[in-house]
């Protein structure tokens, strides 16, 4: 595990710390950004049952736009359109977000797929975040 820490660590170090903001449906990755130093902004909070508001909505796509973030994420296990809702907010007052991805949070990929294991599904959650944030 050692050996993959310092990969992650090395693969964070590429994004520059003012850009290691990661915005998710939920708040499932608050581990992840303790130990990389990300912050991280879920629509949702810790439950995937609660639906986002509106108001959660156009707070966090004001955040988006007032701090230039460039990409953010939908996960597998959580519908995609509390995700879409935000990406059209900001659209919607003329700036852009891209979906940065998938990421795994609750469930694994499939078991013939990189993401069917832990360390595989961790490697690629780390490599789509920081390249969709470069």
Do not use: C, W
């Not at 912050?39 to 639906?51: C, R």
């Not at 955040?63 to 919607?92: C, D, M």
């Amino acid at each position: 595990l050692n050996a993959l820490q310092q990969e992650v660590k090395t693969k964070v170090e590429e994004l520059p710390k003012e850009n290691r903001i990661l915005v998710t449906a939920h708040d499932a990755f608050s581990y992840f950004g303790k130990e990389f130093n990300f912050e991280v902004l879920g629509l949702q909070g810790l439950s995937t049952t609660t639906e986002a508001g509106v108001r959660d909505v156009q707070r966090l796509s004001n955040l988006i736009i007032q701090r230039e973030i460039k990409a953010i994420f939908v996960e597998s296990s959580v519908p995609q359109r509390t995700v879409k809702a935000l990406q059209a907010s900001v659209e919607s007052k003329g700036k852009e977000v891209k979906i940065g991805g998938e990421l795994f949070s609750d469930a694994l990929g499939n078991t013939n797929e990189e993401t069917g294991n832990y360390i595989g599904m961790f490697r690629y959650n780390v490599n789509t975040i920081v390249n969709a944030l470069k």
